[in-house]
């Protein structure tokens, strides 16, 4: 039977485009669904920034991204000592798609807790995914208390891990990975004899153990990420100083060309995480272009690495070194195989479909 | 008329009411349970330590500020609000305390919303042009004083101005004051804790101070307050709400030499009804709430308040308290509540 095509609203944040220039998880994964839900004739409505790019219809407050976190371009120096204005932008542009609430057979919240205050107020059907991290959010009792009013609105994990990592009884429908552009990410059997390091940098994301496996493995490291704001001192005292430009190297933040060159021409990827990462785009980018993953064994890493096959899967800087010096055994192959197998935007997309499907028929 | 079913969110920074600090939880408070007593059907969007006779909703036990949430947790709020007007079918008005967010709710609803701004941002806030502008044309909105309403860099179209009122009974009057001057408010430069010691030491009078000091003010209080206390100029912390009638009955007058745009100011009106004249800083609402050479002075800055200060005993004492009771009680106060419900739903 031939499903009926959907009017969907796509929430996305105020706070980098979609697509992102460089930095911005949530945003990349708003963009692939949101093109491949037109590309399969939906009529979806993106509300984003007014500098985002996409063929679905584009709603916005903010024309320019926020930028990290807050906005602070905008803020007066009155809000800089009330940082709970601060959230005015953000509900200022999440309120949007449910004023136009009956325009839409479903609203899919990716801005986390702001799309969620509205949704109770409506009668579309909201469903959020949440990029963010569940395992941290109970410790605050706010967060606890919304998570707990809203369990019963629908909820998609972007892992089993993430899923696992929060006690509230939250109306989960779905585990659904993210995907890659395949075509984006070109394979390469070669690499250079370097490591790749990618993300923002920040001490969860396992910057300064990737260094130190560098310089016992004696192997060129380059560093590529962004820092937040809140992350400047940290990068400036513990990151900075290490950066000798013999074995480590920082390149910046990277755009879409950059980082795909940095990532296909890797020996490895290093993911030293500490903390449990909700899901990892980067480790799929890499294996996508046929680099292996080495990674320490939090979040999601279980779900995303085939251990010996597409990467290793570790505990701690020492064993991280002994599986550095047996990479050459993963045949780069497999790695991008296991990508087009089990993490393209279209099993990404086929997933959410059927989700919002069965959604609207439960009503 | 008939009787109403009416929600009143209230912030949930604080118990209603509160347990010291929290003016518009006082008034939150005094509203609620007039018009209990009146027969309308209150349901009080509050923290679960509130006392009321109204039917009590409540997210939390305990108030946010109690709990050790910051002040910055705005989210609580939000929430407050997204379940009390998830219930909006079962009211027929929806009066909102908060002044900011409330609008961003009324959208999605057909019940009237009334929002009382007991305080108003800065004109250069971002909430003006956020919020305010947004829903400018379509929020009722009540202030508490035509300065609070001047202040606002935008015009509503549908407003009023209904005076802030206490309950007279818990403030006695006291013909007899003691020979010292008082201060009351949260210490801070906008309230003018320093100004009032300036003026005790230039007229040589007694200072007694009382106020809760907020964490944010602690240094302002270590650095430019604490320096100054002796014998003469004393500061007896934060007093409960049994406390300060006695604090204010016993003084010859409270000095509020404010340097902000005071939307009310509770404090002028319950020492004035303990009879003690307040010699103010013409600010905010200041002209509205004391009559000048009869419940008090209002004068322009420190060498005019010593002057006031010295010509004290000329204020007729039964004055002060005869203004409270005619202009600033509870009663008066939800009276035009009362009535601007009715007005909003003959609409």
């Given at each position: 039977?031939?499903?009926?095509?959907?009017?969907?609203?796509?929430?996305?944040?105020?706070?980098?485009?979609?697509?992102?220039?460089?930095?911005?998880?949530?945003?990349?994964v708003v963009s692939n669904l949101?093109?491949?839900?037109?590309?399969?004739?939906?009529?979806?409505?993106?509300?984003?920034?007014?500098?985002?790019?996409?063929?679905?219809?584009?709603?916005?407050?903010?024309?320019?991204?926020?930028?990290?976190?807050?906005?602070?371009?905008?803020?007066?120096?009155?809000?800089?000592?009330?940082?709970?204005?601060?959230?005015?932008?953000?509900?200022?542009?999440?309120?949007?798609?449910?004023?136009?609430?009956?325009?839409?057979?479903?609203?899919?919240?990716?801005?986390?807790?702001?799309?969620?205050?509205?949704?109770?107020?409506?009668?579309?059907?909201?469903?959020?995914?949440?990029?963010?991290?569940?395992?941290?959010?109970?410790?605050?009792?706010?967060?606890?208390?919304?998570?707990?009013?809203?369990k019963e609105s629908f909820w998609?994990?972007?892992?089993?891990?993430?899923?696992?990592?929060?006690?509230?009884?939250?109306?989960?429908?779905?585990?659904?990975?993210?995907?890659?552009?395949?075509?984006?990410?070109?394979?390469?059997?070669?690499?250079?004899?370097?490591?790749?390091?990618?993300?923002?940098?920040?001490?969860?994301?396992?910057?300064?153990?990737?260094?130190?496996?560098?310089?016992?493995?004696?192997?060129?490291?380059?560093?590529?990420?962004?820092?937040?704001?809140?992350?400047?001192?940290?990068?400036?005292?513990?990151?900075?100083?290490?950066?000798?430009?013999?074995?480590?190297?920082?390149?910046?933040?990277?755009?879409?060309?950059?980082?795909?060159?940095?990532?296909?021409?890797?020996?490895?990827?290093?993911?030293?995480?500490?903390?449990?990462?909700?899901?990892?785009?980067?480790?799929?980018?890499?294996?996508?272009?046929?680099?292996?993953?080495?990674?320490?064994?939090?979040?999601?890493?279980?779900?995303?690495?085939?251990?010996?096959?597409?990467?290793?899967?570790?505990?701690?800087?020492?064993?991280?070194?002994?599986?550095?010096?047996?990479?050459?055994?993963?045949?780069?192959?497999?790695?991008?195989?296991?990508?087009?197998?089990?993490?393209?935007?279209?099993?990404?997309?086929?997933?959410?479909?059927?989700?919002?499907?069965?959604?609207?028929?439960?009503? | 008329?008939?009787?109403?079913?009416?929600?009143?969110?209230?912030?949930?920074?604080?118990?209603?009411?509160?347990?010291?600090?929290?003016?518009?939880?006082?008034?939150?408070?005094?509203?609620?349970?007039?018009?209990?007593?009146?027969?309308?059907?209150?349901?009080?969007?509050?923290?679960?330590?509130?006392?009321?006779?109204?039917?009590?909703?409540?997210?939390?036990?305990?108030?946010?500020?109690?709990?050790?949430?910051?002040?910055?947790?705005?989210?609580?709020?939000?929430?407050?609000?997204?379940?009390?007007?998830?219930?909006?079918?079962?009211?027929?008005?929806?009066?909102?305390?908060?002044?900011?967010?409330?609008?961003?709710?009324?959208?999605?609803?057909?019940?009237?919303?009334?929002?009382?701004?007991?305080?108003?941002?800065?004109?250069?806030?971002?909430?003006?042009?956020?919020?305010?502008?947004?829903?400018?044309?379509?929020?009722?909105?009540?202030?508490?004083?035509?300065?609070?309403?001047?202040?606002?860099?935008?015009?509503?179209?549908?407003?009023?101005?209904?005076?802030?009122?206490?309950?007279?009974?818990?403030?006695?009057?006291?013909?007899?004051?003691?020979?010292?001057?008082?201060?009351?408010?949260?210490?801070?430069?906008?309230?003018?804790?320093?100004?009032?010691?300036?003026?005790?030491?230039?007229?040589?009078?007694?200072?007694?101070?009382?106020?809760?000091?907020?964490?944010?003010?602690?240094?302002?209080?270590?650095?430019?307050?604490?320096?100054?206390?002796?014998?003469?100029?004393?500061?007896?912390?934060?007093?409960?709400?049994?406390?300060?009638?006695?604090?204010?009955?016993?003084?010859?007058?409270?000095?509020?030499?404010?340097?902000?745009?005071?939307?009310?100011?509770?404090?002028?009106?319950?020492?004035?009804?303990?009879?003690?004249?307040?010699?103010?800083?013409d600010r905010g609402s200041v002209?509205?709430?004391?009559?000048?050479?009869?419940?008090?002075?209002?004068?322009?800055?420190?060498?005019?308040?010593?002057?006031?200060?010295?010509?004290?005993?000329?204020?007729?004492?039964?004055?002060?308290?005869?203004?409270?009771?005619?202009?600033?009680?509870?009663?008066?106060?939800?009276?035009?509540?009362?009535?601007?419900?009715?007005?909003?739903?003959?609409?």
């Open positions: 039977m031939k499903k009926r095509k959907l009017k969907i609203a796509q929430l996305s944040t105020p706070f980098f485009d979609v697509p992102p220039e460089t930095y911005g998880g949530t945003e990349l949101t093109e491949e839900l037109v590309k399969r004739g939906h009529r979806v409505t993106l509300f984003a920034t007014g500098t985002s790019k996409t063929k679905a219809h584009l709603e916005y407050v903010f024309k320019k991204a926020l930028g990290p976190g807050k906005p602070k371009s905008l803020l007066s120096s009155l809000a800089e000592k009330l940082p709970w204005t601060q959230a005015l932008p953000s509900f200022y542009h999440a309120i949007l798609p449910f004023e136009k609430a009956d325009q839409f057979d479903i609203i899919h919240n990716h801005f986390h807790y702001y799309g969620l205050f509205f949704s109770s107020l409506v009668k579309t059907p909201t469903l959020t995914t949440y990029h963010g991290d569940l395992s941290t959010a109970e410790e605050c009792t706010i967060e606890k208390l919304i998570l707990e009013k809203y998609i994990a972007i892992s089993e891990s993430q899923r696992s990592h929060i006690k509230t009884k939250l109306k989960f429908l779905k585990v659904i990975h993210h995907g890659v552009s395949i075509e984006k990410f070109p394979f390469s059997q070669r690499h250079q004899n370097y490591l790749a390091w990618l993300g923002r940098i920040t001490k969860k994301k396992g910057i300064l153990e990737a260094i130190k496996i560098a310089k016992i493995t004696k192997t060129k490291l380059i560093i590529a990420g962004t820092v937040n704001p809140r992350d400047e001192e940290y990068f400036k005292k513990e990151i900075k100083p290490k950066i000798d430009k013999k074995i480590i190297f920082y390149i910046g933040s990277v755009n879409h060309p950059e980082k795909v060159k940095l990532l296909k021409n890797a020996k490895a990827l290093l993911y030293p995480i500490s903390w449990e990462e909700p899901f990892g785009l980067v480790m799929i980018e890499a294996m996508a272009c046929g680099t292996p993953v080495i990674a320490f064994d939090r979040g999601s890493v279980r779900e995303i690495i085939k251990d010996g096959k597409t990467g290793f899967i570790v505990k701690n800087t020492k064993e991280m070194v002994k599986a550095f010096k047996k990479i050459e055994e993963i045949n780069r192959k497999d790695c991008q195989k296991h990508i087009e197998r089990n993490f393209t935007v279209k099993k990404m997309v086929d997933e959410y479909e059927k989700v919002y499907y069965k959604v609207l028929l439960g009503r | 008329m008939k009787k109403l079913k009416i929600a009143q969110i209230a912030p949930l920074w604080f118990s209603i009411p509160p347990k010291k600090y929290g003016g518009i939880e006082r008034i939150i408070s005094f509203l609620t349970e007039e018009l209990v007593r009146r027969g309308h059907k209150i349901a009080l969007f509050a923290s679960g330590d509130s006392k009321t006779k109204a039917e009590l909703f409540s997210l939390t036990k305990k108030g946010a500020i109690s709990q050790g949430l910051s002040w910055h947790d705005y989210y609580l709020n939000l929430l407050n609000h997204s379940f009390a007007f998830k219930k909006a079918d079962q009211f027929d008005i929806i009066h909102c305390h908060w002044g900011v967010m409330g609008a961003f709710f009324q959208r999605f609803i057909k019940t009237p919303v009334l929002h009382t701004f007991h305080n108003i941002p800065t004109a250069a806030d971002l909430r003006w042009e956020l919020v305010y502008k947004y829903y400018q044309d379509d929020v009722n909105v009540v202030f508490i004083s035509e300065s609070e309403k001047r202040n606002t860099p935008l015009k509503f179209k549908n407003s009023w101005v209904c005076y802030n009122g206490i309950d007279i009974s818990q403030f006695k009057f006291n013909p007899y004051p003691k020979d010292h001057f008082i201060w009351v408010a949260r210490v801070c430069p906008a309230k003018g804790t320093k100004e009032a010691i300036e003026i005790a030491k230039r007229t040589k009078t007694k200072l007694l101070l009382a106020g809760q000091i907020q964490p944010h003010y602690r240094e302002y209080f270590e650095t430019e307050i604490k320096p100054e206390l002796n014998s003469q100029i004393q500061y007896v912390g934060e007093l409960s709400q049994e406390e300060l009638s006695d604090f204010y009955g016993q003084a010859r007058a409270c000095l509020y030499p404010i340097s902000w745009e005071e939307p009310f100011g509770l404090i002028m009106t319950e020492s004035m009804a303990c009879g003690t004249p307040v010699i103010a800083f002209r509205e709430i004391i009559k000048d050479d009869k419940t008090g002075f209002i004068v322009k800055n420190v060498r005019e308040a010593v002057a006031a200060v010295k010509k004290i005993d000329q204020i007729d004492r039964r004055e002060c308290r005869k203004w409270v009771k005619e202009n600033f009680t509870v009663k008066k106060m939800v009276d035009s509540y009362e009535k601007i419900y009715y007005q909003i739903l003959k609409n």
